[in-house]
Antibody, heavy 116, light 113 residues
Framework: QVQLQESGPRLVKPSGTLSLSCAVS?????????WSWVRQSPGKGLEWIGE???????NYNPSLKGRVTILVDKSKNQFSLKLTSVTAADTAVYYC?????????WGQGTMVTVSS | DIVLTQSPDSLAVSLGERATINCKSS????????????LAWFQQKPGQPPKLLIY???IRESGVPDRFSGSGSETDFTLTINNLQAEDVALYYC?????????FGQGTKLEIE
């Protein structure tokens, strides 16, 4: 059974870069799925951030205005998220998820706070 | 972007009764070439990630009890929970995967009356 686990700093300073990784276990990241990031904040509910295929093809939510980069590392069977120029509005629980049709497997999520 | 609007925002239902949650899309999410509606339903309990319940608007994910059912087409969809159990207390979200950016409804809070 595929499992996902997020990791990364829980506190990021304003104007800094949020960096998270998602480790995939129980399956290969090179399978025919898209690998996504979704965040959840009290003010905006669930928001899809973007996704990547093992080939490196990626799609991003335009609402994040080019601040997002998602990369895949097949050697480590993981993918990552970088969000630049963060503000308090980026404070949220960040989830990684597998998308086959839709988001069928989720990590437990990690709370990231943007604060000085 | 496709906007999904759920109703009601919250509801309280007695144990053993039926709960109905609606989801309206700002545009059709039915793809005629596949014959599918690109809509899913999720359940989220406190401190947990969302759990996929229904996809293609009406197909239950493996392991989901058959008291959960989905219906609807094009722009109007419904999640029905029959014989409500205490463990069904949660937030419920609809989500479209018809087009990027993928979007979610604002959520419906289900409580026991």
């Amino acid at each position: 059974q595929v499992q996902l686990q997020e990791s990364g700093p829980r506190l990021v300073k304003p104007s800094g870069t949020l960096s998270l990784s998602c480790a995939v276990s129980g399956g290969s990241i090179s399978s025919s799925n898209w690998w996504s990031w979704v965040r959840q904040s009290p003010g905006k509910g669930l928001e899809w951030i973007g996704e990547i295929f093992h080939s490196g093809n990626s799609n991003y939510n335009p609402s994040l205005k080019g601040r997002v980069t998602i990369l895949v590392d097949k050697s480590k069977n993981q993918f990552s998220l970088k969000l630049t120029s963060v503000t308090a509005a980026d404070t949220a629980v960040y989830y990684c998820a597998r998308r086959f049709k839709t988001f069928d497997i989720w990590g437990q999520g990690t709370m990231v706070t943007v604060s000085s | 972007d496709i906007v999904l609007t759920q109703s009601p925002d919250s509801l309280a239902v007695s144990l053993g009764e039926r709960a109905t949650i609606n989801c309206k899309s700002s545009q059709s999410i039915f793809f005629s070439s596949t014959g599918f509606n690109y809509l899913a339903w999720f359940q989220q309990k406190p401190g947990q990630p969302p759990k996929l319940l229904i996809y293609w608007a009406s197909i239950r994910e493996s392991g989901v009890p058959d008291r959960f059912s989905g219906s609807g087409s094009e722009t109007d969809f419904t999640l029905t929970i029959n014989n409500l159990q205490a463990e069904d207390v949660a937030l419920y979200y609809c989500q479209q995967y018809y087009s990027s950016p993928f979007t979610f409804g604002q959520g419906t809070k289900l409580e026991i009356e």
